[in-house]
């Protein structure tokens, strides 16, 4: 175990990061596949996640974006496979879609604490119309910076991560984007992207229980954080705030989200409502999310807990 850990620690330190690309979605907990591969598997059934995100609704060209999620384990392998299919429309002719398998293995320390160890393989294509550009110069049309053809781009696409369940405490680090570095980054390439993250869930009474959680994502310049925080009505309901600074723009972008649930036979939906504080005020504070998910129950039960919900 001890040769495992050091081998975790070795991966998540390698490499640099880069410009930011990926988003930060404020109901990202209930299923992380798509941000970790090693949450692959961290359910007794099978799992459906879908999740849709308008941006500035009402802004033209406005960013809208998509996450599907679908994952199984298998006890007798200990391991985790799952699906990831993500669609990033940033507005005006640029656009990005990202298709990965995942696998993770699991390791029971003992009986309630759960070591994950996950990596993710597919593609990433990226697509670009500058005919869907208005510039002040038109004469910028053709140059190296800005060309008039429509330019796309498949890569091949990797991510590695590591989680640490208990029945009260998620911690979760990965690093998605793994085969590229600064020197490989342009701008329908990525560069690496890293993501550390911790979640509680206490019962406060035997109706409520709180989850609080703390993010943090790293790129080159870029620094982000999210601070958190969902209450639980036995289980059937769920309501919170999250606050996302952006820690090197001196806070003058920084987002709150409100987010309410319910959760009903194995269905899950969810809605939340991001308002824009400082500079991000003055484009639109109605950006919204959606999530809809249903979990397949299977005949036979694993023998340890796999997921913290």
Request: glycine fraction near 8%; include cysteine; proline fraction near 4%.
């Amino acid at each position: 175990m001890k040769k495992v850990l050091i081998f975790v620690i070795a991966i998540l330190s390698f490499a640099t990061a880069n410009a930011q690309r990926d988003l930060m979605l404020s109901q990202q907990f209930f299923s992380r596949l798509n941000a970790n591969p090693a949450a692959t598997g961290n359910s007794d059934d099978i799992d459906l996640f879908l999740l849709g995100r308008w941006q500035w609704i009402g802004v033209e060209d406005s960013p809208k974006s998509g996450v599907l999620n679908v994952s199984d384990y298998f006890e007798n392998v200990r391991s985790g496979v799952g699906l990831s299919l993500s669609y990033d429309n940033l507005g005006v002719g640029n656009k990005t879609t990202i298709a990965k398998a995942a696998y993770a293995y699991h390791i029971n320390l003992n009986e309630s604490m759960l070591l994950s160890m996950g990596l993710s393989g597919g593609v990433l294509y990226h697509y670009w119309n500058p005919e869907d550009h208005r510039l002040m110069d038109p004469s910028e049309f053709g140059l190296p910076t800005f060309p008039a053809e429509i330019v796309s781009h498949v890569y091949p696409d990797m991510d590695f991560g590591v989680e640490l369940a208990t029945p009260g405490l998620l911690f979760g680090a990965s690093v998605n984007h793994l085969l590229y570095n600064d020197e490989d980054v342009t701008t329908s390439k990525p560069g690496r992207q890293f993501y550390w993250y911790v979640r509680g869930l206490f019962s406060v009474s035997e109706t409520f229980d709180f989850a609080p959680a703390l993010v943090y994502m790293h790129r080159n310049t870029v620094d982000r954080a999210e601070l958190n925080c969902l209450l639980y009505y036995n289980r059937f309901l769920w309501g919170g705030v999250t606050y996302r600074p952006d820690i090197n723009a001196d806070f003058s972008s920084n987002v709150l989200t409100f987010t309410v649930g319910v959760e009903y036979k194995r269905f899950r939906v969810g809605y939340s409502f991001e308002w824009g504080l400082g500079d991000v005020s003055e484009l639109s504070s109605n950006s919204s999310e959606v999530l809809l998910s249903y979990r397949i129950p299977k005949k036979t039960k694993n023998k340890y807990v796999r997921f913290m919900e």
